[in-house]
T-cell receptor, first 114, second 110 residues
Framework: DSGVTQTPKHLITATGQRVTLRCSPR?????VYWYQQSLDQGLQFLIQ???????AKGNILERFSAQQFPDLHSELNLSSLELGDSALYFC?????????????FGQGTRLTVV | GQQVMQIPQYQHVQEGEDFTTYCNSS?????IQWYKQRPGGHPVFLIQ?????EVKKQKRLTFQFGEAKKNSSLHITATQTTDVGTYFC??????????FGKGTRLSVIA
């Protein structure tokens, strides 16, 4: 158990809908990262938050947004969903601000868009 | 942008055989990390390499970072069925986000 909690574990929704994925980092970790994993693209970095502020942005679509709350949990919002958004979404946390420190991954949320 | 290529994509070995996966970056890296993801699981951090030419060992696993800090390898000696999974390298340049390779999926036949 990595100490990172993601909910829900599975999500099935229709195209055009909006969903929210939730992540609680390890106790004491200030950085939260979101990754998208699809079969042909591997692990794609989406965004990082550090202590409530956006720290780095990767290949995140405009339809996607995220935030980190004062209690350090984070939410990833995906809107106007398309079939191609079906993937595993991982949240990871680490103690530091630097992106290269060891990341602890949650179990992931498997999103299926039908 | 920065790219990290990993080969092979798949590797099937007999239990007891050795296994190696290679990681190549288009740019010089500050450090490289290796993760293992079991089937149906999440990536788990294995190790981080920082120095040019660095070699680290974890039991049957040997990790190397190239002299030019643009490539790395993971070698497993005498594979076991517990080694099954996908091995990812992830490289970072400066303070940019970690870029993951697409992984090498290892199957071990008992």
């Amino acid at each position: 158990d990595s100490g990172v909690t993601q909910t829900p574990k599975h999500l099935i929704t229709a195209t055009g809908q909006r969903v929210t994925l939730r992540c609680s980092p390890r106790s004491g970790d200030l950085s939260v990262y979101w990754y998208q994993q699809s079969l042909d693209q591997g692990l794609q970095f989406l965004i990082q938050y550090y202590n409530g502020e956006e720290r780095a942005k990767g290949n995140i679509l405009e339809r996607f947004s995220a935030q980190q709350f004062p209690d350090l949990h984070s939410e990833l919002n995906l809107s106007s969903l398309e079939l191609g958004d079906s993937a595993l979404y991982f949240c990871a946390s680490s103690p530091g601000r630097l992106l290269g420190t060891e990341a602890f991954f949650g179990q992931g949320t498997r999103l299926t868009v039908v | 942008g920065q790219q990290v290529m990993q080969i092979p994509q798949y590797q099937h070995v007999q239990e007891g055989e050795d296994f190696t996966t290679y990681c190549n970056s288009s740019t010089t890296l500050s450090n490289i990390q290796w993760y293992k993801q079991r089937p149906g699981g999440h990536p788990v951090f294995l190790i981080q390499l920082v120095k040019s030419g660095e070699v680290k060992k974890q039991k049957r696993l040997t990790f190397q970072f190239g002299e030019a800090k643009k490539n790395s390898s993971l070698h497993i000696t005498a594979t076991q069925t517990t080694d099954v999974g996908t091995y990812f390298c992830a490289g970072r340049r400066g303070n940019t986000p970690l870029v993951f390779g697409k992984g090498t999926r290892l199957s071990v036949i008992a």
